[in-house]
């Protein structure tokens, strides 16, 4: 290709250049096009298959009457509600436009060129993409070893206590780790905190918090911001409540570090109905039970399944299952995608040959078990 490259190419930013973009779960109505089937199963981005509270839904709509009103650019009643939850002041609280709005502006608030963020491998895409958007330095630390007993290719705490020295600013834990699924208790997550120095941020994400209720260790982070100031947690309502395509989430953290990354904060990024759907889904309890006892009990059978298969899925606190494929991985997703079944290549997490699952509807783990059984024993697609 001959075309010269457009002179402006080099003003984007170093760490923007360098940037490969996040690549999201094949959307349906992308897998209609491409492949002309018309059934589609998407299993690719943990999403809720129930679907959003009907609460929430109501919200939302009633929300869109207003639609030529900017939202409350303060998120008041979201924000309200959210510390209510977690018994803590508002003052703490940091809405985005999803979680991973959150996670930017705490690379855009404490990183920068010259600056360090340290995160474990296989951990979630957007701390890279954050932390080299801005033009810091990214400090990835080995995950623990495929064959661990406990959490294979989870994070390694240890290590990432010590490579947290205080030249990093930003320190990114997972809990549970998408794609790994895997999970660290509350005792190592709190010698962990008491480890990091008191200079630099502590983020953990727990964007699949509530579907945690099998550990009996799992910690909430969030009951622990007065004994570190230095804590920021972030919660999502993409996953169990089924927001995703609304877009909310939100930090908790020291009122000062809320207060600062509220400058950056575009101050309406979390629109009237996300907000409105928010907070109506916070308050149906039952919805979120009932989506968590579906997950426990089809991640159990969908786990089984592909043992049956002869493959050993990752532990997973959190509503999707990662594989190992092996050598045929490519050829399976693509018989998947024939057969209409969306699911997810995970090699760009330094996970060559994994595919990552999404717990769904019965019918839906049903349908994938066979499709990819199909694949693995021959017979039509
Ligand atoms: C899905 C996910 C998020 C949240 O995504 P948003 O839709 O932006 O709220 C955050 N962290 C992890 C680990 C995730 O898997």
Redesign the pocket.
């Known amino acids: 290709m001959a075309v010269p490259e457009p002179p402006f190419l080099e003003q984007a930013n170093p760490g923007v250049r360098g940037l490969a973009p996040y690549e999201p779960g094949k959307p349906i109505e992308a897998l209609r096009r491409e492949y002309g089937v018309e059934e589609v199963i998407k299993l690719a981005?943990?999403e809720n298959p129930l679907g959003p509270s009907p609460r929430a839904s109501e919200a939302a709509a009633a929300a869109v009457q207003e639609g030529h009103r900017y939202p409350d650019g303060n998120g008041f009643e979201l924000r309200h509600a959210i510390a209510e939850r977690h018994g803590i002041d508002p003052q703490r609280v940091t809405l985005?436009?999803?979680?991973?709005?959150v996670?930017a502006l705490v690379a855009q608030t404490f990183l920068g060129p010259g600056r360090c963020a340290v995160f474990s491998a296989h951990?979630?895409a957007?701390y890279p993409i954050v932390t080299q958007a801005v033009g810091a330095e990214a400090r990835v630390v080995p995950a623990l070893a495929a064959d661990h007993p406990a959490q294979p290719r989870g994070h390694d705490l240890e290590a990432m206590a010590a490579a947290t020295d205080d030249t990093v600013q930003v320190v990114f834990v997972?809990n549970?780790?998408?794609?790994t699924g895997t999970w660290v208790g509350a005792e190592a997550l709190r010698r962990f905190l008491d480890a990091v120095p008191a200079r630099t941020l502590a983020v953990v994400?727990e964007?699949?918090f509530e579907y945690a209720v099998e550990e009996a260790d799992y910690p909430d982070a969030s009951r622990w911001l007065d004994d570190y100031p230095n804590l920021i947690v972030?919660r999502?309502?993409?996953?169990v409540h089924g927001l995703?395509g609304l877009?909310?989430?939100y930090a908790l953290s020291h009122p000062a570090v809320a207060e600062l990354m509220n400058r950056v904060r575009q101050p309406f990024n979390c629109s009237g109905p996300a907000q409105a759907a928010a907070a109506a889904s916070l308050a149906d309890a039952e919805h979120l039970e009932r989506s968590v006892a579906l997950n426990t009990e089809q991640r159990a059978l969908l786990r089984r399944g592909l043992e049956e298969l002869g493959f050993v899925p990752l532990p997973s606190a959190?509503n999707f299952l990662t594989f190992d494929a092996g050598a045929r991985a490519a050829e399976l997703n693509e018989g998947l995608l024939r057969s209409g079944v969306i699911v997810r290549p995970v090699d760009a997490y330094d996970l060559p040959g994994h595919l990552r699952v999404s717990v769904g509807t019965p019918t839906e783990n049903r349908t994938f078990l066979a499709a990819l059984s199909r694949q693995l024993h021959g017979g039509a697609a």
């Not at 999502?236 to 996953?239: L, Q």
């Open positions: 981005s943990n985005g436009n999803g979680s991973n709005d996670l951990a979630f957007v997972a549970p780790n998408n794609p994400d964007a699949y972030t999502s309502f993409s996953k995703g877009r909310a989430g959190g």
